[in-house]
């Protein structure tokens, strides 16, 4: 793959990451905001809502992360980019 076409994958998966992580973090803070009591019902309990989209969130943060890695190296190991003269 060409090294401007990773770069570009690479700023889209990390712009990517960065929304995933602000909406992860948003969800995390909704939560401490219910008593612990509370969360066992609702949609903070094992099948509720905000359960399910954080557990989504968080996959998919993940496999965007891997990717990240994976081209990342890929980059470094395809080396710099020609030059154009």
Request: hydrophobic fraction near 25%; glycine fraction near 6%.
């Given at each position: 793959m060409a090294n401007d076409t990773i770069d570009t994958l690479l700023a889209d998966l990390t712009?990517?990451?960065d929304?995933?992580?602000a909406e992860i973090q948003a969800l995390i803070a909704d939560m401490e905001a219910i008593p612990v009591g509370q969360r066992r019902s609702?949609?903070?309990a094992a099948d509720g809502a905000s359960t399910a989209r954080y557990l989504e969130l968080s996959g998919r943060l993940a496999e965007v992360?891997?990717?990240i890695i994976d081209?990342?190296?890929e980059r470094v190991t395809s080396g710099p980019s020609p030059s154009v003269h």
């Open positions: 712009r990517e990451r929304e995933l992580d609702g949609a903070w992360e891997q990717t081209l990342s190296r």
